[in-house]
């Protein structure tokens, strides 16, 4: 799957997303992001995904689920989630999504592009 992605990004700027995109697909991309938030907003975010799904779940096993897979994410073998070295890091704790684009989107503009990638 990375050899295919790389043959993708061959072709031009391109914005990908991804836990391992800045540092195991395109670790040389030119302007890194690494967005992050506090395990509380995460949750409270997916908790509110769900129910506006219609789906009842208590936020304390959604808190849990999400706790259990940070802890897989970063302690795996294969491509850990970790931040590039290199990358900028966004925390979007308290954060909309427009202030997060917003944030990016200078990151961008400050580098002297018009488009981004990784």
Do not use: C, W, Y
């Given at each position: 799957?990375?050899?295919?992605?790389?043959?993708i990004?061959?072709?031009g700027?391109?914005?990908?997303e991804?836990?391992?995109?800045?540092?195991?697909?395109?670790?040389?991309?030119?302007?890194?992001?690494?967005?992050?938030?506090?395990?509380?907003?995460r949750?409270?975010r997916?908790?509110?995904?769900?129910?506006?799904?219609?789906?009842?779940?208590?936020?304390?096993h959604?808190?849990?689920?999400?706790?259990?897979?940070?802890?897989?994410?970063?302690?795996?073998?294969t491509?850990?989630?970790?931040?590039?070295?290199?990358?900028?890091?966004?925390?979007?704790?308290?954060?909309?999504?427009?202030?997060?684009?917003?944030?990016?989107?200078?990151?961008?503009?400050?580098?002297?592009?018009?488009?981004?990638?990784?």
């Amino acid at each position: 799957m990375v050899a295919v992605q790389r043959s993708i990004g061959e072709a031009g700027s391109l914005v990908v997303e991804g836990r391992d995109t800045g540092t195991v697909v395109f670790p040389n991309a030119e302007v890194k992001v690494f967005l992050t938030a506090s395990a509380e907003e995460r949750s409270r975010r997916r908790h509110e995904e769900l129910e506006a799904r219609g789906e009842i779940v208590d936020a304390s096993h959604v808190h849990a689920g999400m706790v259990a897979r940070d802890t897989a994410d970063t302690t795996r073998e294969t491509a850990p989630l970790v931040e590039a070295d290199d990358a900028t890091v966004i925390d979007t704790t308290g954060l909309s999504v427009d202030e997060v684009v917003d944030a990016v989107a200078a990151l961008v503009e400050g580098h002297g592009k018009t488009g981004g990638s990784a």
